[in-house]
């Protein structure tokens, strides 16, 4: 009985290490990349946080292109769910002129960078098929959509700095904006080391 026992606690330690060598083993590389990434960028922890759950799908040999795919794609989510969310407030009653204005050159904006990112998205899946000044032109785009998506971003943000705006309109759109454009930024600098790393060759974490 002693004898099962103990072949019985074996057997379970042997599982145990098997799963999570052989179970893990794409998972810790994914995010080993993910984190040396997040630290190029201003916001490392919630870049982190937010590229966590792409690690199964980060990996081979275009894991950086895939790594600022998901970066952008999280920065679209965001700017849509934003933009959505900006847009109701522009229906709220009882609003002021002003604080309807700026809400309406938001919405504005943030129509533009939801544009931007869509293409910038487009852009990089265009370099998974081609090489050479193409595949250049094609990063260059993706560069400057993002940036553009930022920018558009920032100046949403700017629209309600006038302290005669201050109240509950200006707090919910520019406590939104913070969290969006901080993971634009991320992007954006998540794009740009995929360009240096090509221009330079390297393909590792």
Known sequence: MERVGLYLLVLVVTLRYTTTVNGGAASPTAM???????????????????????AGSIKGSNADRL?????????????????????KLGRVSGIKPREYQAVK?????????????????????????????????HMSNAETWVGSALTN????????????????VKNAITSR??????????????VNRFAVRHRKGIRHP
């Open 32 to 54: 080993d990349l993910i984190r040396a990434s997040c630290k190029t960028t201003l916001h490392a922890s919630l870049c982190v946080r937010c590229l966590s759950s792409y």
């Open 177 to 190: 904006m913070v969290y969006v454009s901080q993971v634009t930024s991320n992007a954006l600098a998540l």
């Open 105 to 137: 050159d938001c919405i504005s904006t943030m129509t533009n960078s939801v544009a931007s990112l869509s293409q910038s998205v487009q852009e990089l899946d265009q370099m998974a098929r081609t090489r050479g000044h193409d595949f250049e032109w």
């Open 153 to 168: 971003q920032n100046i949403c943000a700017r629209g309600f700095d006038d302290s005669s705006m201050n109240g509950h």
């Open 67 to 87: 790594l600022a795919k998901a970066a952008i794609s999280v920065s679209l989510n965001n700017t849509k769910s934003a933009s959505v969310f900006i847009s």
